[in-house]
Structures are given as structure tokens and as C-alpha cells.
């Protein structure tokens, strides 16, 4: 009989245990309450357990790293803060294997309204639904991690990032990621970590780690670097304001050399306080034996069709899938109790050997190019009239049409007062939105909202164009990219031909923007961790080439410099070199492209198309304001909804006057003078008197009008006589009866006038001015002409 367990906490204990009630069930591994084992129940209501915390010197600031103290029933959590930035990030996964046929990882990053102090504004008052920056930043998060996980770990494993305080001077996505790898190297989740993130800025020629926000604000580099022991590269993430080559290798160099300090202080933290890593049931792994019968069948099928280059994406897939169906048959008879898995699994373990050894050994490719050589590229602008701007951009198999949109500054994306506190950004006049169709690889799929994939390559093709498109331009751009035929780079295919578009629209923007997608077939020992044996670079990669090598390096720029650069590195670590000559390699690419975007359209077009809007700033001074605006704003609108104009006010006296077509602004033109022309007339003098004609009475004063097309104005009962009245029937006015008042400008607040009879209530003699009739009179012994 097994020894009884001791409870250092019995009254703790045995309340659980009694409220527990049915929770509380047996199990192989003990009692459980809840669904959780009692082991962990302990050690989450035992407050004595150890805290830890480690300090990483980052320049003039430090980096804390700890563990132990919060959220202890995850299989592991870490705290990291940066001044008065913290971020907690945990990590849990599931003891058994998930029915999968893929690393089953989620990555959620939230940002927190309490984090910084502030209340959502959305009817239920708390977060809703995940944000784009949200979003991007899960995508960095999983991106940095995911390659570590050992091969065949097929367990659901969650990272969430719960953002605890923001100070509005440090960024906390890169201290999520510190996070996320604290808290997997900590746990005893099985992964081949840790991993360090730094950001680095380029500010006045100078590099900066972790730069803060308001150094970021005119910092040319956003670079997010991940790196892993023995200096190797696992994430890459930029966006630059057209920086050089070299300069951008330094800071990669530079984010490398720093994202080592971070990796030894969670090292540190693990033999503090680190789980030892448990025991998976099962990898899934492709047994040898039935990868050797696969070889045997399938190997030289398998060469014959990646060795024939007549073959496009659609027919190669079909005769590879055909291999596939004979060669799992005969597996299956020849091993009828193993699994779908395991038998499809070796097939694809013999067809991606075949396919990396060919590029490997003979330095071909399966499309018949040599390493370093692009596909066909076709180029076509202004395919359709209507359009701002539109262009095609064809490479390969891969196709995606671009259109430009003009709209007023009005039309800018918001951000809310939350994304403003920790983004800083507030608003953004130039978008471009990424869409991916499932006809686009011949498949049939639901058409909805927009997934994570297609933001995150959104994203990455507008950090490509965004620092070529002028801050001043006078519209909001929206750029839509469609990829109609994909098979590999569809996002830098994107920034291609959203350069071309914008040119088309004729934006000036700076230089043209290209990009290129680079691949990596390495010869990778797993036995010798970080030993890559041999490698191939290969420029301009196919889907194929995405699916089975070891990198998707994508890089957009100039012919100057580098704009956007995004790697995704499917093996535990890179050499610092081989990102470096990556690099040097794309930006010959880039340079190629260029060449050949540059025949079809040079330079932007030097005048927009007949049909684009137009901007206009019109002048409305004080006095004419009121009349303009109209009471409760009747006339803006009226003229809005009648033109389709958008009217902004710029200060006091400037309006902007945004219309979709020269012809709509033409009707606002000419909507504007016709509500403005009584005013624009007659100038009035100053002191001087004219003869005003009644129109109405009312109980606060009469309405008079000084000339024909005048609109009314109220000359109160204060202004009417020097008595003081109540009505102003008390002296014998009438409608259309004529008096004469005194003019002393127009109110500086609404523009109004101002006229006073009571003024000329004196023996004084008087000029008076008429505007009817135009004709000389005399009052007093004095003389004037109208």
C-alpha cells in the first residue's frame, strides 16, 4: 500500500477537498479536482514557493526577467519589464497529443486598456475582439518560437501575453517575446530555447537598443531581431526608412550581439528556478522502416517528375499526389497496423530528401532555374479607366492585380484613444489591404473576413511602401492587392505591383519599390545542434521551395535601399553569415526587378487621371462663416449631400474642400457662391448710415435688410430707440417700412451685423446712406452720395 500523502497546509487541503464534492474524481495519476492534478493544485496555493529574478543590462536601462511569483498552476510564467513596462507572458501544454497533423501552437498577445489606465470605449466597457497590432504581434511572438519546438511534438501548447502595466516610453511586443521564451524554458514543455528579442533603432546615424517611443518617432529603423545561443538568427522583423545595406547589416549584427545577454539571463533563471522537461507519450515521427520501403517504391518516380521542367505548379502537384497514392497503398499492405499518419508522413519525408538533394547535389531547381535566377516577370499599368490607379504584376505563377484608391484625409483610419496610448499612432492615411482568394491556388473556400495570414502580409507590403509615399499628400490611399494566381512571394508580388499602381495614380512617391523572396536548403544535422553541414540559397523561391526548404526570407526596397525585410526561419537558428549573404543576395534581385519594372512606367505619372479627386482650400472669412455654415450646419450638409464633397475645417477661416471628381467640385463651387454671393455684393463702410427696409416684427426687434438679396438681420429692441421698449409696435413700425440705422461692422464670433437705429436718435445732423435708389440727399445741411 502507497505511503499516505503528507499535506503541509491540512486545513487548506481538506477545505478544497470538501468543496470539491463530484470535482473530485481518481485518476491513474492521482486525484484530481477540477481537471487539474493534485500536484499542481499544491503547488499553486503554496505561497512560499520561490520567486526569481534576473537583471539584464540593457545600456542605461535594465531588463527584468522574473518567475515564481504569479500565475503558478501554468505549466510556465515569467515577468518581464522594461522601466515601468511589464508584460507577464504564460505558456501551458496539453499531456496528450493532439489529433493534428501540425504543431498545434496559439499565441495570443492582448492589450490591456487597464495597462494604461484607461476605460474601452465600446458599449461594454472591456476588450472586445484582437486588434490588427494585436494581431501582428501574435504573429512575431509564434514566429520566434515556433521553430524550437522539437519535431513531432504534436501537443495543443497556448502562449498568452497579458500586458500588466504600459508607461508610454517602452514598447512591450518585444518584451512579449522575452517573455514567451522565459516562460517555455522555465516550464517543462519540451523546447530547445531560450531565445532574446531587442529592437533596434537608427536615430541621427546612431543605433539604439530597445529604443523608446518618442526615439522611434524619428528613428529611420524598426528592427526586431530574435536570437538564440551561439549567436544564431531565428526571427527577423523590419521596417526602414530606405536604409543602406551595410547599415542594415551592422544592426542586425548589432541586435544579435545583444539578443546573447538576454539568452543568458533566462539561462540563468532556468537553474533557478526551471522545470526539468517531461516525457512526450509519443512524437510523431515517421517510423525508419517505412521511410525505407517508401525510398524503395517512390525515390526515382519522385526524381523523374521534380527533374522535368515542363511541369507548372498545377501539374506537378498532380503527378507527385498520383507517387503518392501508389506508394501509400503498398505501404499500408505492407504495414496494415501502422498509422495514416505514420504512412503519409514517410512519403513526405522521401519526397521533400529528393527534392532538397536535387538542389543540394546538382544545383538545379525543379522549374529548370539555376540558383540565383527569377522567373519571368510581365508588367501592365492602368488596366482599367475608371480607376485612380491600377497595375499587374505577373512572376511566375504568381499574379496580383493592384488598384488605388484617393478619398479625403477624413477617411484616414482612427485609432482609439487605448491604441493611441500604447501605439502612439493616431491616425493613417495610407493602407494597403491584402486579400488571398481561394481560386488563387485552384481550391474551393469559404470567402470571410480577413485571417491572419493575409494581415500579416498586408502589413508586411505596406512597411514596403509606406516610406516612399509623401507625408503631405493631400488624400488618404488605400491600395488594394489581389493575388489572382499564387505559387510562392505573393506578398512581395504585392509590393511590385503596388508600386506600380501608385505610379499609375500619379503619386509622387520617391523611388520604386521592389521585393523578392529568398529561400534556404541547408544540410542540417539534428544530432549536432546548430551544425548546418552545407547550404543553398535559392532567389525567387516557388510555394514549393516555401513548403520544403528551410527559410522564407522576403526583402523590398529601392534601388538605394531597404524598406521592409521579414524571415521566417523553420530550423532552430541561422548563422549570422548566411543571413548576410541573404541579404546581399535579394538585393541583387531587387535591382533586376527594378530594371525591368522601370520599362513599363519610370516614374509616377506627373498629373493624376481626369477622373481623380480633387482638393481645394477655400477662404471663408468671420463674417461670411455663419452664412456658409447655415443654422445647425443646414447648408454644410445640404452641400455634402447635393456634390458628394467633404468639407473639413483647416483653422478659423480655411475649409478643405475634399470632391471624388473635377465635376463634383464644380457643383460645390458653384454651391458655395450661390450661398455666400449675398454677402460677396456689397461691401459696407464702416459708421456708415443706410437706409434699412423692415421685413418682419418680432417680439425681440424687427428683421431689416439693408439691399435686395441681403438676408435679415435682427436689429434688437435695445438698438431701436432710446427709450426703452418692449415691443417695437410701441413705436409705430410696420412691415416694409423703411428706417435708417447705423452700421458698425459684423460680430467677430458669428459674423453677424451690426446696426443700431437708436444711435441716430440726436439733433446731431447725419449722413445717410441709401443702397435703393442711389440718389443724393440732404438731412441737417449735410450732403452725400450713395
Not at 438698438?719 to 409696435?729: A, C, E, M, T, V
Request: with cysteine.
Amino acid at each position: 500500500m502507497a505511503a499516505p500523502m503528507i499535506c503541509r497546509f491540512p486545513g487548506v487541503m481538506s477545505g478544497m477537498l470538501s468543496r470539491a464534492g463530484s470535482s473530485l474524481c481518481g485518476s491513474r495519476h492521482g486525484f484530481r479536482w477540477r481537471g487539474l492534478p493534485w500536484w499542481r493544485l499544491y503547488r499553486g496555493f503554496n505561497q512560499n514557493a520561490p520567486s526569481s529574478t534576473v537583471t539584464v543590462d540593457m545600456g542605461s536601462r535594465k531588463l527584468e526577467i522574473s518567475s515564481g511569483k504569479l500565475a503558478r498552476f501554468a505549466d510556465g510564467c515569467a515577468i518581464v519589464k522594461l522601466g515601468e513596462t511589464s508584460v507577464m507572458v504564460t505558456a501551458v501544454s496539453k499531456t496528450k497529443p493532439s489529433p493534428s497533423q501540425f504543431m498545434p501552437l496559439v499565441v495570443d498577445y492582448r492589450q490591456k486598456s487597464a495597462a494604461a489606465g484607461r476605460i474601452p470605449t465600446n458599449h461594454l466597457r472591456r476588450e472586445l475582439g484582437s486588434s490588427h497590432s494585436e494581431i501582428l504581434t501574435s504573429r512575431i511572438i509564434d514566429r520566434s518560437i515556433r521553430p524550437l519546438f522539437p519535431a513531432g511534438y504534436f501537443y495543443d501548447t497556448q502562449i498568452l501575453c497579458n500586458l500588466l502595466a504600459v508607461d508610454s516610453i517602452n514598447e512591450p511586443d518585444v518584451l512579449a517575446i522575452n517573455g514567451a521564451s522565459a516562460a517555455l524554458a522555465m516550464s517543462d514543455i519540451p523546447w530547445n530555447g531560450p531565445v532574446g528579442a531587442v529592437r533596434v533603432g537608427l536615430v541621427d546615424g546612431e543605433f539604439i537598443i530597445n529604443p523608446t517611443r518618442k526615439e522611434m518617432s524619428t528613428s529611420s529603423l524598426n528592427l526586431v531581431i530574435t536570437g538564440r545561443a551561439k549567436s544564431e538568427i531565428v526571427m527577423i522583423e523590419a521596417a526602414a526608412e530606405n536604409v543602406l545595406q551595410q547599415e542594415f547589416c551592422h544592426a542586425v549584427k548589432l541586435g544579435v550581439k545583444h539578443s546573447q545577454q538576454i539568452v543568458q539571463g533566462i539561462q540563468q533563471l532556468v537553474k533557478q528556478c526551471g522545470k526539468e522537461k517531461r516525457t512526450i507519450q509519443k512524437a510523431f515521427l515517421a517510423p525508419s522502416e517505412i521511410v525505407d520501403c517508401a525510398k524503395q517504391h517512390a525515390t526515382e518516380k519522385i526524381y523523374a517528375v521534380f527533374s522535368d521542367f515542363t511541369h507548372d505548379k498545377i501539374s506537378r502537384d498532380e503527378a507527385i499526389n498520383k507517387i503518392r497514392l501508389e506508394t501509400e497503398e503498398i505501404l499500408r499492405e505492407r504495414f496494415p497496423s501502422a498509422d495514416s499518419y505514420e504512412i503519409m508522413e514517410s512519403f513526405g519525408v522521401v519526397s521533400k530528401e529528393v527534392f532538397r538533394n536535387i538542389v543540394l547535389n546538382e544545383y538545379r531547381r525543379c522549374d529548370g532555374r539555376d540558383l540565383t535566377s527569377l522567373r519571368n516577370i510581365n508588367c501592365e499599368v492602368d488596366l482599367f479607366k475608371p480607376l485612380h490607379g491600377s497595375a499587374l504584376f505577373q512572376r511566375g505563377q504568381t499574379q496580383v492585380l493592384s488598384t488605388v484608391a484617393f478619398d479625403s484625409i477624413e477617411s484616414s483610419m482612427k485609432f482609439d484613444h487605448i491604441a493611441s496610448a500604447l501605439s502612439g499612432l493616431k491616425d493613417k492615411n495610407f493602407m494597403l489591404h491584402y486579400e488571398f482568394p481561394p481560386y488563387a491556388t485552384n481550391e474551393i473556400g469559404k470567402v470571410t473576413g480577413i485571417n491572419r495570414r493575409e494581415m500579416g502580409h498586408g502589413a508586411l507590403a505596406e512597411k514596403a511602401l509606406r516610406p516612399v509615399v509623401p507625408k503631405d499628400f493631400p488624400f488618404t490611399i488605400r491600395v488594394s492587392s489581389e493575388v489572382l494566381e499564387s505559387n510562392g512571394s505573393s506578398s512581395m508580388a504585392s509590393a511590385c505591383s503596388g508600386s506600380l499602381a501608385l505610379m499609375d495614380a500619379g503619386v509622387p512617391i520617391s523611388a520604386a519599390v521592389a521585393g523578392v523572396a529568398i529561400g534556404l536548403i541547408t544540410k542540417y544535422n539534428p544530432e549536432k545542434e546548430g551544425d548546418i553541414e552545407d547550404y543553398r540559397l535559392l532567389t525567387d523561391i516557388l510555394g514549393i521551395e516555401d513548403y520544403n526548404g528551410d527559410m522564407d526570407f522576403k526583402m523590398a526596397g529601392t534601388s538605394k535601399g531597404i524598406t521592409a525585410l521579414q524571415a521566417d526561419i523553420k530550423i532552430p537558428g541561422l548563422p549570422v553569415k548566411i543571413v548576410m549573404e541573404a541579404i546581399q543576395q535579394a538585393s541583387v534581385a531587387k535591382k533586376e526587378i527594378l530594371q525591368i519594372m522601370n520599362k513599363v512606367i519610370p516614374k509616377p505619372r506627373a498629373n493624376r487621371k481626369e477622373n481623380s479627386p480633387v482638393v481645394e482650400n477655400i477662404q471663408v472669412p468671420m463674417s461670411r462663416r455663419m452664412r456658409f455654415l447655415g443654422p445647425g450646419g443646414y447648408n454644410l450638409k445640404k452641400l455634402q449631400a447635393e456634390t458628394g464633397v467633404t468639407v473639413s475645417q483647416v483653422d478659423e477661416e480655411t475649409f478643405s474642400v475634399f470632391a471624388p471628381t473635377p465635376s463634383a467640385m464644380h457643383e460645390a463651387r458653384e454651391f458655395i457662391n450661390e450661398i455666400c454671393k449675398d454677402d460677396q455684393d456689397l461691401q459696407l463702410e464702416f459708421g456708415s448710415i443706410y437706409t434699412a427696409t423692415i421685413t418682419e416684427i418680432r417680439d425681440m426687434g424687427v428683421m431689416v435688410k439693408l439691399y435686395q438679396n441681403m438676408t435679415p438681420v435682427l436689429l434688437h429692441n435695445s438698438q431701436l430707440d432710446n427709450r426703452k421698449i418692449k415691443h417695437p409696435s410701441a413705436l409705430g413700425f410696420e412691415v416694409g417700412q423703411q428706417i435708417q440705422v447705423k452700421y458698425f461692422g459684423r460680430d467677430p464670433t458669428d459674423g453677424r451685423m451690426r446696426l443700431s437705429r437708436k444711435v441716430l436718435q440726436s439733433p446731431a445732423a447725419t449722413v445717410i446712406k441709401t443702397l435703393n435708389d442711389k440718389q443724393s440727399i440732404t438731412i441737417g445741411g449735410s450732403e452725400s452720395s450713395s
